[in-house]
């Protein structure tokens, strides 16, 4: 599919950001268009026909996963999980296939385009007035316009740039989320009524353990955590008139758990709550733990896992939810972790241009040993990390571009098992050129010459990875108590056997090529070099017959 390259120009400026209303564009001006034209309306159905086949398949998938779960087929739970990741891809291609197709778009000068684009977008808007993903909806048709329009046409008055349709107090019809009131029913019946309305087909093992233990790990994490002044639920409890149990009305799904989500609300109080259902070999359930600390459901969502799949009919209200227990997790990362991935990318991406503009430090080299595959820079002020692959890679590296991008897709579709950083991909990313250090200007152009473009105002990257930032094992040695190195080496070791589960051999494994995460989980980031398991032949390494081969 090749993109149209339309004449360059001064780009126009942009309309209104919220748009109240839309009437159609032959009565508000009868002269604008003419009939041999396309006509706005009809792109925009097309655009959203598109988006519609799409989160259908995508919501049929997360249907699919309960079955799933229930009957045991953990090979179809993953096969889907990995064929979901390139539903989007394959709908945005069809519409503009479609579009393509069916609307000529060629022959219009640049001031038609213009208000043919612009119109299109209003009618858009207006078609996602009761919309239950309009945000996703926004994103389907930003994708669609990048592949069809020049990127003099990336401000708001084309694409959605900021967002054109407010998501807030948006919700599915049955409520995305149930409330429960122990105070009234009390604590045992309204755990078992929880159970019952999530409908798993299969039976428990024994139901009325798992509640009598559920119970006593509450009774003790409140006693532990009120001695130490820690206790979600206080101390002494009492219960507040607002006493509920709020839990989401779709369970997650990933490998080979179910995950009920959930929040505890007393007063002021909220703790969250999640609980992992799991499925013995003779097909019975059961509760494998109960957590409530927001660290410990925080790596649940951790962008070193695999992305969920449940079924959501508003995503916004699930986003909304968990972002009420997990506040430290960006709407961004938590989009990415229901899968959907590419509304990550979006609200990822306005996030990091409002702080572009409430910020002033300049885009450096990250800090630690430079690779010969990547060249690494970050923004200071910003959590994330930009990865370039380099023209020329040097010995004794045996790779090039394609096979470095294929290593990385290899590591979105399979399982991360909380060990290998998520990246998310982006094409033609303009940043302002005043922000970046000129040592880093100089490390672009010498190594990665094809991907940049430099004019006065900006560096343009034609492709990256951005990626949460970690503190490099070596680094975080080298400032550790004996306490720290103890248990990061430990972290280390640990995470090398978690791959090796996973199927996964990291290759290259030295200490720079794993990073220290926010809860001091090791984990492993570099992946030029990354094979399966099944496919490597391991040698026994022969005894050295002196000290000096040893250490040689």
């Not at 649940?300 to 227990?325: G, H, K, N």
């Not at 010498?446 to 094992?473: G, Q, W």
């Not at 026994?540 to 000290?547: Q, S």
Request: a neutral charge; proline letters at 5%.
């Amino acid at each position: 599919m090749q993109r149209k390259n339309f004449p360059a120009r001064t780009p126009p400026a942009e309309t209104r950001d919220d748009i109240e209303s839309t009437q159609s564009e032959e009565s508000a001006d009868p002269k604008r268009f003419d009939r041999s034209m396309p006509q706005p309306a009809a792109i925009a159905r097309a655009i959203l026909e598109g988006f519609n086949l799409h989160y259908g398949r995508f919501r049929y998938v997360a249907q699919q996963a309960k079955a799933r779960f229930e009957s045991g087929d953990w090979h179809g739970m993953r096969e889907a999980a990995r064929d979901r990741i390139d539903f989007y891809d394959q709908r945005v291609l069809d519409a503009v296939t479609r579009i393509e197709r069916d609307f000529d778009l060629t022959c219009l000068s640049d001031l038609e385009r213009d208000s043919l684009w612009q119109a299109v977008k209003q009618q858009y808007v207006a078609a996602l007035a009761h919309h239950r993903q309009p945000e996703c909806a926004e994103t389907f048709f930003n994708t669609v316009c990048t592949k069809l329009l020049n990127r003099l046409y990336f401000n708001n008055a084309f694409i959605f740039v900021r967002p054109g349709v407010a998501t807030d107090y948006m919700d599915s019809d049955p409520p995305s989320y149930r409330s429960y009131y122990p105070a009234t029913m009390g604590l045992r019946r309204t755990l078992r009524k929880i159970v019952i309305d999530l409908g798993l087909a299969s039976p428990f093992i024994d139901i009325e353990r798992d509640i009598r233990l559920v119970i006593r790990s509450i009774c003790d994490a409140h006693r532990s955590g009120a001695s130490s002044g820690t206790s979600a639920l206080g101390r002494p409890f009492h219960v507040e008139p607002d006493c509920q149990i709020q839990i989401l009305s779709n369970l997650f799904y990933r490998n080979k758990g179910a995950y009920l989500i959930g929040r505890f609300l007393n007063g002021s109080r909220i703790m969250p709550i999640a609980v992992p259902f799991l499925r013995n070999a003779r097909g019975e359930i059961y509760v494998d733990a109960l957590l409530f600390s927001a660290d410990t459901i925080a790596t649940l969502f951790s962008f070193t896992r695999a992305y969920f799949l449940v079924d959501m009919e508003a995503p916004s209200a699930y986003v909304e939810f968990l972002r009420s227990i997990l506040p430290h997790k960006p709407a961004s990362e938590l989009y990415t972790m229901v899968g959907l991935q590419k509304q990550g990318k979006t609200m990822f991406y306005r996030d990091f241009l409002h702080h572009l503009r409430h910020s002033s430090d300049s885009f450096v080299t990250a800090p630690g040993i430079k690779g010969m595959v990547m060249t690494v820079f970050t923004l200071p002020s910003y959590p994330y990390v930009f990865k370039v692959i380099r023209d020329l890679i040097a010995y004794p590296k045996d790779t090039d571009r394609e096979q470095v991008m294929s290593k990385y897709r290899l590591v979105k579709i399979h399982d991360r098992v909380g060990r290998m950083s998520d990246t998310w991909e982006y094409s033609l990313v303009a940043l302002p050129r005043r922000r970046f250090a000129g040592e880093l200007i100089r490390e672009l152009l010498a190594y990665c010459p094809s991907v940049v473009e430099l004019d006065d105002e900006t560096v343009l990257i034609k492709h990256l990875y951005i990626e949460r930032r970690m503190t490099p094992l070596n680094i975080y040695l080298m400032h550790a108590t004996d306490a720290e190195v103890d248990r990061a080496i430990k972290e280390y070791g640990q995470a090398i056997k978690d791959l090796a589960a996973a199927n996964i051999f990291p290759g290259d494994m030295l200490f720079k090529n794993f990073g220290v995460t926010r809860l001091n989980r090791v984990v492993f980031y570099d992946y030029d070099e990354i094979e399966y398991m099944v496919d490597c032949n391991f040698r026994r390494i022969p005894e050295a017959p002196n000290e000096e081969a040893e250490l040689s």
